[in-house]
């Protein structure tokens, strides 16, 4: 079965995260990616431990760079940028976070490098784009912080709080692709590839949805509300006998089964609450009524006894107990990729027809440089 990358060659200049999650995504769809890496160093996450897998490496990096293939070349080397230009001419793609005008200085900018092969799709990741912004350096936890995630996550009284992942890096990431895969559809109806660039404070306000809409609309920045929903209620999180239990009714008639599940159904008929308007109104009055009756059992019981009730309801957990749920109900969650190296979480999509390739292990640093330098010196 062909992968839908397939004969698809990806020049990977970047480093870090968002760029090697794009390209990471590519290479289980089944595209090539040649990893583009400085000598002896390599991508700086090599070095960000611990935790160090049992192969030696940083889980960090494991994380976004599995079936690659690894080359360290030297760009202030004139022979080492041939080899690179040489790579880039030969390429479909080329991914690339560096500051802007430093692969033009080198002869890989776009304009430079399209002259040779107008196929290309050339994806530029920032942090504010190449304008006015282009000299600030893009690193998630500062974009978190001025692109008014922080603004909106914690507790109320609290400090403003990044989130617990690099999810800006990680929605970027994501966006590249989308990007790539849409300018290589575009490339197979006029042959010419374009320029794709994706800024990591434009694809965290693109992930604000209703919470930059409501800003727009009103005209007053939303404000941090801890585990509440600002339009929702109930939809948070609730205090059971011995932990938390998450609640998402998005509907009265959820809202009903919740009431009669948690042996309150009179509350679904309160006119404090017989609307989600009201609802929201009367919170803290909702929530002390509802805490109240599942300090009665456990969160766990009150998620069985809920979800066989319709009510869309979960026990908080920890990763761990999320792995171990998903790979309960059959969503096959993690992948192995062989040689001494930890089980990685699968691509996210499955397919009916095509099918992502069988993933291998992240390269140690520059372990295909023999074959990748014979294969760029060979005339075409």
């Given at each position: 079965?062909?992968a839908?990358?397939?004969?698809?060659?990806?020049?990977?200049?970047?480093?870090?995260?968002?760029?090697p999650?794009?390209?990471?995504?590519?290479?289980?769809?089944?595209?090539?990616?040649?990893?583009?890496?400085?000598?002896g160093?390599?991508?700086?996450?090599?070095?960000?431990?611990?935790?160090?897998?049992?192969?030696?490496?940083?889980?960090?990096?494991e994380?976004?760079?599995?079936?690659?293939?690894?080359?360290?070349?030297?760009?202030?080397?004139?022979?080492?940028?041939?080899?690179?230009?040489?790579?880039?001419?030969?390429?479909?793609?080329?991914?690339?976070?560096?500051?802007?005008?430093?692969?033009?200085?080198?002869?890989?900018?776009?304009?430079?490098?399209?002259?040779?092969?107008?196929?290309l799709?050339?994806?530029?990741?920032?942090?504010?784009?190449?304008g006015?912004g282009?000299?600030l350096?893009?690193?998630?936890?500062?974009?978190?912080?001025?692109?008014?995630?922080?603004?909106?996550?914690?507790?109320?009284?609290?400090?403003p709080?990044?989130?617990?992942v690099?999810?800006?890096?990680?929605?970027?990431?994501?966006?590249?692709?989308?990007?790539?895969?849409?300018?290589?559809?575009?490339?197979?109806?006029?042959?010419r590839g374009?320029?794709?660039?994706?800024?990591?404070?434009?694809?965290?306000?693109?992930s604000?949805?209703?919470?930059?809409?409501?800003?727009?609309?009103?005209?007053?920045?939303?404000?941090?509300?801890?585990?509440?929903?600002?339009?929702i209620?109930?939809?948070?999180?609730?205090?059971?006998?011995?932990?938390?239990?998450?609640?998402?009714?998005?509907?009265?008639?959820?809202?009903?089964?919740?009431?009669?599940?948690?042996?309150?159904?009179?509350?679904?008929?309160?006119?404090?609450?017989?609307?989600?308007?009201?609802?929201?109104?009367?919170?803290?009055?909702?929530?002390?009524?509802?805490?109240?009756?599942?300090?009665?059992?456990?969160?766990?019981?009150?998620?069985e006894?809920?979800?066989?009730?319709?009510?869309?309801?979960?026990?908080?957990?920890?990763?761990g107990?999320?792995?171990?749920?998903?790979?309960?109900?059959g969503?096959?969650?993690?992948?192995?990729?062989?040689?001494?190296?930890?089980?990685?979480?699968?691509?996210p999509?499955?397919?009916?027809?095509?099918?992502?390739?069988?993933?291998?292990a992240?390269?140690?640093?520059?372990?295909?440089?023999?074959?990748?330098?014979?294969?760029?010196?060979?005339?075409?």
């Open positions: 079965m062909t839908p990358l397939e004969g698809i060659l990806v020049a990977d200049f970047s480093r870090v995260l968002a760029g999650m794009a390209t990471s995504m590519l290479a289980d769809l089944g595209a090539t990616v040649v990893k583009v890496e400085r000598p160093v390599g991508d700086d996450t090599r070095h960000w431990g611990p935790p160090w897998t049992a192969a030696g490496t940083a889980s960090y990096f994380s976004a760079n599995r079936t690659k293939r690894s080359v360290t070349l030297d760009l202030r080397d004139e022979g080492d940028l041939a080899l690179a230009r040489r790579l880039v001419r030969r390429a479909d793609v080329l991914v690339e976070n560096f500051r802007a005008g430093t692969l033009d200085r080198l002869g890989l900018g776009y304009d430079a490098v399209t002259a040779d092969n107008p196929r799709v050339y994806c530029s990741i920032t942090g504010f784009g190449s006015a282009a000299a350096p893009g690193y998630d936890f500062v974009v978190q912080a001025v692109g008014g995630l922080m603004s909106i996550t914690g507790d109320p009284d609290g400090e709080t990044k989130a617990g690099a999810l800006v890096d990680v929605l970027t990431g994501k966006d590249a692709v989308i990007g790539i895969l849409a300018a290589l559809a575009e490339r197979e109806r006029s042959g374009q320029r794709v660039e994706v800024a990591l404070l434009s694809s965290l306000l693109g604000l949805v209703n919470q930059a809409t409501s800003c727009l609309t009103t005209g007053e920045a939303p404000r941090r509300m801890g585990n509440q929903h600002p339009s209620a109930p939809y948070e999180t609730l205090r059971c006998a011995d932990g938390m239990l998450a609640v998402a009714c998005g509907n009265d008639g959820q809202f009903a089964r919740l009431c009669t599940g948690v042996g309150r159904p009179e509350l679904a008929e309160d006119p404090r609450f017989a609307t989600n308007a009201n609802r929201v109104a009367h919170r803290a009055d909702l929530v002390t009524a509802l805490e109240d009756a599942l300090s009665a059992d456990t969160a766990a019981a009150w998620q006894r809920l979800s066989d009730a319709d009510v869309p309801v979960g026990e908080v957990g920890d990763i107990t999320a792995i171990a749920r998903a790979r309960a109900l969503l096959e969650p993690t992948v192995d990729v062989g040689g001494g190296h930890p089980p990685q979480v699968r691509h999509v499955t397919y009916s027809v095509t099918t992502p390739v069988p993933p291998a992240p390269p140690a640093l520059g372990e295909h440089d023999d074959e990748i330098r014979r294969w760029l010196a060979e005339d075409t």
